[in-house]
């Protein structure tokens, strides 16, 4: 005859079964929206008629570019400017700027959150042991059929160590929709990462462009400082000879002084620039990097790969983490149905007790409970509905912003490219301009050296040659500085990248760091 099974293991094997039975139902039903990935714009454009590119100015920065639609962009863009002092820079500020840092270590603080809220697929079991000694008054009553006085004061030591298990089933997929709210939001700082870094290598090259077109201004300024000083030099001697009088001189020197008078707030800009530069290395402002720039230092790249309009929607970070935020409201949702179900949970608490430390585990003193529950909202006046339209709005907003964030994406890579097509046609005027300004300035100088000169045709030629010299090289900087937002505009080829960027981490209590390379799988 068979054996029946003991009442213990029967138990057991019922409490395993359910366990079994609740990850099974858990692992097929998941309450609220399952999102789906937004579909790319098919029908977006960046302008009504396509741009192919610039033409071709005489003289430097004045090379043709070619927009390659849907190529590529490489992920070490600022290369394309072909300096080895930008690249230099660019990859200290990657490695050392505390920003970019410090969007990382919230990254590593997401993920851990992630984590954390997968733990709650397991059950919790917690082990406690009590020890106790109580003394029972020797008033208090016996137990007997007939209550009688106790004989006088009772001690007893009491022990108890027990293991208490407890597991929340999933049936309704309540933690998975959290956890799939919790993965998206480390997946929006994942792409608060990229923005950052991609800001932060567009602020270098952007400062580095600044740089030299500060340079290449008080350069020019300075030449035409040397120029005037000629003339005026050259007006004294007529004067001392008798050929011009004092009116003409006070002009001159009054025109100098004006122009010396613009290099003081260029020199500042400069300063303020180089310090900018400084910061964005992550380094203290008495520290300021050795490497300096021009614009014959930086060479405009020509071969622009432009990304398609289908393609920026997974290229863009700032598009990539609105995404995001709209696949953890969606989550939500889930999460906002699920509470308004029936929670069940199961619980089993075992252990021993014993009067006597030695015989703790002897199996007389052994005890165990094991339990169910299953809770409902019966009524909370409609508290959990409002909270569920709640997160349904929360997602329609999430969903409103993606699509202005895309949009705004769009229009950024347009205002780009318009940006460089025009700024081909205004390099070309500026030039056109300093060439004419020149040709009257030359004249007037040689007017002048005969003595046949007016003063006011030579003033408002020194004067506008100075404007032209300045369009010319704002123009020219004008070229690289929207290249390169153009770049930026195109996500920045943070996709190509082979490694994620390094992260130091902290010692607790110290300033020293160590660093370490996605120490926790960020990426």
């Known amino acids: 005859m068979r054996r029946s099974m003991r009442p213990s293991v029967r138990r057991c094997f019922c409490a395993a079964a359910s366990v079994a039975t609740s990850a099974l139902v858990s692992s097929c039903i998941a309450v609220g929206p399952d999102f789906l990935n937004p579909a790319p714009p098919n029908n977006a454009a960046y302008t009504r008629e396509p741009l192919a590119g610039t033409r071709a100015i005489p003289g430097a920065t004045g090379e043709a570019q070619h927009f390659a639609y849907g190529g590529d962009l490489p992920q070490q863009w600022w290369r394309l400017f072909r300096s080895h002092a930008l690249n230099k820079l660019v990859e200290e500020a990657l490695r050392n700027n505390q920003n970019l840092q410090a969007t990382m270590s919230t990254l590593r603080a997401a993920k851990e959150v992630v984590y954390a809220q997968q733990t709650k697929y397991f059950p919790t079991a917690q082990a406690n042991f009590d020890a106790t000694r109580q003394q029972i008054s020797g008033a208090t009553p016996g137990f007997a059929p007939v209550p009688v006085p106790a004989n006088g004061p ?11 298990v407890s597991y929340a089933m999933d ?11 919790q993965q998206a939001l480390a997946g929006a700082q994942r792409f608060t990462v990229e923005a950052a870094y991609l800001t932060l290598t567009s602020s270098v090259v952007v400062a ?6 500060l340079r290449d201004q008080i350069s020019a300024i300075r030449q035409i400082i040397v120029l005037n000083r000629k003339a005026l030099d050259i007006l004294r001697q007529q004067l001392n000879a008798g050929f011009a009088n004092r009116l003409d001189v006070a002009a001159q020197e009054a025109a100098l002084a004006q122009q010396e008078a613009t290099l003081p707030p260029l020199l500042k800009q400069l300063a303020i620039t180089r310090d900018l530069l400084t910061a964005l290395l992550g380094r203290y402002p008495n520290e300021q990097p050795y490497e300096t720039f021009t614009l014959a230092s930086l060479q405009l790249p020509q071969d622009v790969p432009v990304s398609l309009p289908s393609q920026l929607i997974m290229q863009r970070p700032d598009v990539r983490l609105a995404e995001e935020q709209m696949h953890s409201a969606s989550a939500l949702v889930g999460v906002a149905t699920a509470n308004m179900l029936p929670n069940f949970t199961i ?21 165990w409970l094991l339990s169910g529950n299953v809770t409902q909202t019966v009524f909370d006046a409609g508290n959990l ?16 912003t993606y ?51 007016n003063i006011l045709f030579l003033l408002l030629a020194q004067q ?23 770049f930026q505009a195109l996500g920045g080829g943070w996709w190509n990248r082979v490694a994620p960027p390094t992260e130091k981490i902290l010692e607790v209590g110290s300033s020293t760091a160590f660093t370490l390379i996605d120490p926790h799988g960020l990426y």
């Open 154 to 164: 009772f001690n007893f030591d009491l022990y108890t160590g027990q293991v208490l």
């Open 171 to 181: 049936v309704w997929g309540l933690n998975r929709r959290a956890v799939e709210s």
């Open 208 to 213: 580095a462009i600044q740089e030299a077109s």
């Open 347 to 367: 619980s089993a608490n075992g252990g021993y007790t014993a009067l006597a430390l030695a015989g703790l585990l002897h199996p007389f003193n052994a005890f």
């Open 385 to 400: 509905l409002h909270l569920r339209r709640q997160a349904e709005a929360n997602y329609d907003q999430t969903g409103w």
């Open 403 to 453: 699509r202005s964030v895309l949009i705004g994406a769009l229009q950024n890579v347009a205002d780009s490219l318009h940006a460089a097509q025009y700024d081909a046609e205004a390099l070309k005027a500026a030039r056109d301009f300093e060439r004419a300004a020149k040709i009257s300035l030359d004249l007037s100088r040689q007017q002048l050296e005969t003595g046949q000169a």
């Open 464 to 486: 506008t040659y100075l404007t032209a010299t300045i369009g010319v090289v704002q123009a020219r900087a004008a070229r690289l500085s929207d290249t390169a937002a153009l």
